[in-house]
């Protein structure tokens, strides 16, 4: 998250394409960022083969005055599903989406019903919309198999704990009733491994 004073660029950058995961992320741009593009898929180049998208059960926030959420480059495919988006902007441009069960909210007047946007806790509350609780499809699995159903949800700071498994699926990164309004973990986190060469 950039939060009021962040000036990241691309929030997730996939620059040559890949089968690639998104799934269950709290992402957040701030009015600073250098870029209005949030996540961007294969700007660079193909050259990673395979041009598919996942991207299920994430809360995207763009507190930017405008925006692009998803970049795809021509010729990807992408699954973008139980998805909320959540400020101004277009919600994706390029490629072949298959797009279901997503929550748009273009104001940030917090239809959404959020414990506090203000304060960067995207949580859903006993407020939040039909359209939000309880209306998340099944997302399935990716063409090799893969289950796209999240497990885990964040929280703060940069840590995660296990999303509820019970009834229905909810649209975005938290399952209402599973951990939600939890105070915030203030456990430093573990060590960064890199894994890149391996």
């Excluded at 917090?110 to 309880?134: E, H, M, R, W």
């Excluded at 885990?152 to 498994?165: C, E, P, W």
Aim: charged share 15%; proline share 5%; with cysteine.
């Amino acid at each position: 998250m950039d939060e009021s004073d962040g000036t990241s660029s691309y929030a997730i950058d996939i620059p040559d394409c890949g089968r690639s995961y998104i799934i269950g992320n709290v992402i957040e741009q701030g009015p600073l960022s250098q870029n209005t593009t949030i996540i961007s898929y294969g700007a660079e180049s193909a050259r990673n083969g395979n041009q598919d998208l996942y991207m299920i059960n994430n809360t995207i926030v763009n507190d930017a005055s405008s925006g692009n959420f998803v970049y795809l480059r021509s010729g990807t495919t992408a699954k973008v599903m139980n998805n909320i988006f959540y400020g101004p902007g277009t919600n994706w441009s390029g490629g072949t989406v298959t797009a279901s069960n997503n929550y748009f909210e273009s104001s940030r007047g917090n239809g959404a019903k959020f414990v506090n946007p203000g304060g960067y806790d995207y949580q859903l509350t006993s407020a939040s919309p039909a359209l939000i609780v309880n209306a998340a499809g099944l997302p399935g699995l990716s063409a090799t198999g893969y289950n796209l159903l999240p497990t885990m949800q964040y929280v703060y700071d940069t840590q995660g704990a296990t999303r509820s498994a019970l009834g229905i699926l909810d649209v975005g990164a938290f399952e209402y009733g599973s951990g939600g309004g939890a105070p915030p973990d203030n456990t430093s986190p573990a060590a960064v491994t890199d894994l890149r060469n391996r």
